[in-house]
């Protein structure tokens, strides 16, 4: 089955600063790859994605980067603040008969002050 | 739309007794899944269900672990006898077949003492 690790497990950056969190896959098959936000006492949020046939995605402040040929994805997030302040999964999707998202462990991200 | 909805938000028991955790997925969503959060073990997949039919429940830790779906907006994790181990925050997703993103619930956090 799919395997995604994530890295780093913690972060802390200056506000204003671009903070960047990096996560890599096993199954060559997987054809989509989430980013998700979990405030404190909440659910994770979808607040980015990416399809294997797209290379990069921005939404204003945050983007995405694929590399198939390596298997590893990026979230990158510039001009961070406060609010940013989370912890943050990448997934990995494969297309196959089991229909389900593969997490990676999470990156907990700080911006100070 | 309100969302994916789970009740109860906290639930607080004693050891042994059975515990139901409930879910209302996004009308028209038609897969349905599972999950526990712990920091040990991070965002565990535990079931779901795609048209209301269970399709892989391989995460289900043990027998005490049961969850159903017997229409389209609803669905039931049950846990029974609940241990001390079972304490975590269980997480409740919904997807459209057709898309593959998740919309997470707000979570219910158990507490089993």
């Known amino acids: 089955g799919e395997n995604v690790e994530q890295h780093p497990s913690t972060l802390s950056v200056q506000e204003g600063d671009s903070a960047v969190i990096k996560c890599t896959y096993s199954d060559s098959a997987s054809n989509y790859f989430p980013w998700y936000k979990q405030e404190l006492g909440k659910g994770p949020q979808l607040i980015i994605d990416?399809?294997?046939?797209?290379g990069e995605k921005k939404d204003q402040r945050i983007a995405v980067t694929l590399n198939k040929t390596a298997k590893h994805f990026s979230l990158h997030i510039t001009e961070t603040q406060p609010e940013d302040s989370a912890v943050y999964f990448c997934a990995a999707h494969s297309s196959g008969s089991a229909r389900q998202l593969t997490f990676g462990s999470g990156t907990q991200l700080t911006v100070l002050p | 739309d309100a969302g994916v909805i789970q009740s109860p938000r906290h639930e607080v028991t004693e050891m042994g007794q059975e515990v139901t955790l409930r879910c209302k997925p996004i009308s028209g969503h038609n897969s349905l899944f599972w999950y526990r959060q712990t920091m040990m073990r991070g965002l565990e997949l535990l079931i779901y269900f795609n048209n209301n039919v269970p399709i892989d429940d391989s995460g289900m830790p043990e027998d005490r672990f049961s969850a159903k779906m017997p229409n389209a907006s609803f669905s039931t994790l049950k846990i029974q006898p609940s241990e001390p181990r079972d304490s975590a925050v269980y997480f409740c997703a919904s997807s459209s077949l057709t898309g593959a993103g998740y919309t997470f619930g707000s979570g219910t956090r158990l507490t089993v003492v």
């Open positions: 990416i399809r294997s046939n797209v």
